[in-house]
């Protein structure tokens, strides 16, 4: 994939597609926070039925998983949405983390083993997209200024390729939406985690608040 491909303009495109359409289609939508999920559900859930999959075995410890499903399950809740939303949590499963990222635990944030993590949520996001006859599916990542998005939709488009499903290309921090997600999460009063999640990103910003 060439690295100066616009993906908001790739999701313009199959915005008016899907309007013009004049269906609904159902998106499976990879979650992995509240505060990401604001953002991304107010600007889609007028095109698609959305079903949230909170799939992330990186998160540790298990007490910030459970908080993070708490209050995505607050929000989803408390939030006006023109069309529904469904919510599926997958297994608290470290040990799939840990597997994938055996040899790479002194990578820095954003490197690689942060590639094969994505690669690792897309795929059972993909595989459960074939499983559940959805339209499309995609993932919220893309509204962190820390992930990559062009890793991101590589990866989706690869494994849409593979299972046969088709991929949502995004790249949800542009238009100001990363700035939107910090606004709705004060509205809402969400907890904002200051780590990614893993225990290698939780390590690597206790470092960071120790040289200060």
Request: charged letters at 30%; proline letters at 4%; a neutral charge.
């Amino acid at each position: 994939m060439k690295k100066n491909v616009n993906f908001q303009q790739k999701l313009d495109e199959k915005l008016v597609e899907i309007t013009d359409s004049q269906t609904v289609p159902n998106l499976l939508l990879h979650v992995c926070c509240a505060p990401c999920s604001s953002y991304v559900l107010e600007y889609l859930s007028s095109y698609f039925r959305i079903s949230l999959f909170y799939y992330n075995p990186n998160i540790a410890p298990k007490a910030e998983f459970d908080k993070r499903v708490n209050e995505l399950k607050r929000f989803t809740g408390e939030f006006p949405l023109q069309n529904p939303v469904t919510i599926e949590i997958g297994d608290y499963r470290p040990e799939e983390f840990y597997a994938m990222a055996k040899g790479l635990e002194q990578e820095a944030e954003g490197g690689i083993r942060c590639y094969h993590c994505y690669e690792q949520r897309l795929e059972q996001t993909a595989k459960k997209c074939r499983e559940g006859g959805y339209d499309y599916f995609t993932t919220t990542l893309s509204i962190s200024p820390h992930k990559n998005a062009l890793w991101l939709n590589e990866i989706g488009e690869r494994l849409a390729q593979k299972y046969g499903v088709e991929y949502l290309y995004a790249d949800f921090k542009k238009r100001n939406g990363y700035q939107r997600s910090i606004q709705l999460s004060k509205e809402y009063q969400l907890y904002r985690q200051d780590y990614c999640g893993c225990i290698f990103s939780r390590k690597e910003r206790e470092g960071e608040s120790d040289t200060k």
